[in-house]
């Protein structure tokens, strides 16, 4: 009968969990390097677009035809998202008011609230899924049947005719869909009013715009801009870096959604804080 030994058997339990603990390590070092390489990467190709947008022979057409893609042709998606914001923004907030009496504030509030924060998020959110997944899923396509390489090879400026543009016409177009939203919200709300009474159109919205001042609506429009520029880099990034294989056009498409939201998210926080700071 073999002996029991304790001492043996407390080394081989050390040794075998000292084993474990080391390739635990080694992964999350890994995968913190992967994190600290791709957002290197990132920022180099931001750099790289800011280099290409300020040099000469701008593609002007290229422009126009994504400013059109991305504007005219999200129009319906966001039409609906702002008619259907204010609605439900304020069937939800009256019986509130009406409890304490101030039913008169109920333009004021919605139009605040929709021009400062839900227009501007909402609407980003909705064009990060949209465009942010479009742009990943054409570029990456376009990696991998080759025609970004053929694009090299003939003499033209991939980054320029594809990247630049597309991002350009993102940062562009994005704040006035925004700014669309925001109107459609208030004449949502101002539906949403009429459900339970009778509301002039002329009057609601004199009590919607006499409570929004300059600064509610500057730093919305500011952040619109970023918000853009963010949903741009990420699409174009995430399609122009994209494996060769054909399952990563899906990837690239879903991981562009997933960043960008996340960065909106992000970008409207710090925006939040800097206009608090005010």
């Known amino acids: 009968m073999k002996k029991f030994n304790p001492v043996i058997k407390a080394k081989n339990f050390a040794t075998k969990h000292s084993i474990r603990l080391s390739e635990k390590t080694i992964d999350k070092t890994e995968k913190a390097n ?32 994504q400013c059109f893609q991305i504007g ?21 907030s009256r019986p509130a008011l009406v409890t304490f009496g101030a039913v008169t504030m109920l333009p004021g509030m919605v139009a605040v609230s929709i021009i400062r924060e839900m227009g501007p998020v909402i609407t980003a959110l909705i064009c990060a899924g949209k465009i942010g997944s479009g742009m990943g ?9 080759e025609q970004i390489d053929a694009m ?15 991002v350009l016409a993102a940062t562009l177009m994005i704040p006035l869909l925004v700014l669309y939203a925001d109107a ?3 004449l949502g709300s101002w539906a949403g009013a009429n459900i339970k009474g009778e509301v ?31 949903i741009g880099l990420v699409g174009c990034y995430k399609g122009y870096n994209a494996g060769r294989g054909t399952e990563s056009v899906g990837i690239a498409a879903n991981s562009a ?22």
Not at 137 to 145: D, N, R
Not at 152 to 166: G, H, Q
Not at 257 to 278: E, F, G, R, Y
């Open 34 to 65: 992967g994190f600290l390489t791709e957002l290197a990467n990132f920022f180099l190709f931001t750099a790289r677009i800011v280099r290409e947008t300020f040099s000469r022979d701008f593609e002007f057409k290229e422009f126009l035809r």
């Open 72 to 92: 005219n042709k999200s129009l319906p998606l966001i039409s609906i998202t702002g008619i259907i914001m204010g609605l439900v923004l304020t069937i939800q």
């Open 137 to 145: 899923a054409e570029l990456g396509s376009m990696k991998v049947t």
């Open 152 to 166: 090299e090879v003939s003499a033209t400026n991939p980054m320029k005719f594809l990247i630049v543009t597309r």
């Open 184 to 186: 459609l919200g208030i």
């Open 200 to 230: 002039n159109f002329v009057l609601f919205f004199s009590q919607a715009f006499s409570h929004i001042d300059f600064l509610d609506f500057l730093p919305a429009v500011v952040k619109s801009f970023w918000f853009g520029a963010v």
């Open 257 to 278: 959604v997933v960043l960008a939201s996340l960065l909106v998210i992000i970008v409207d926080m710090i925006a939040v804080q800097i206009t608090d700071m005010l």
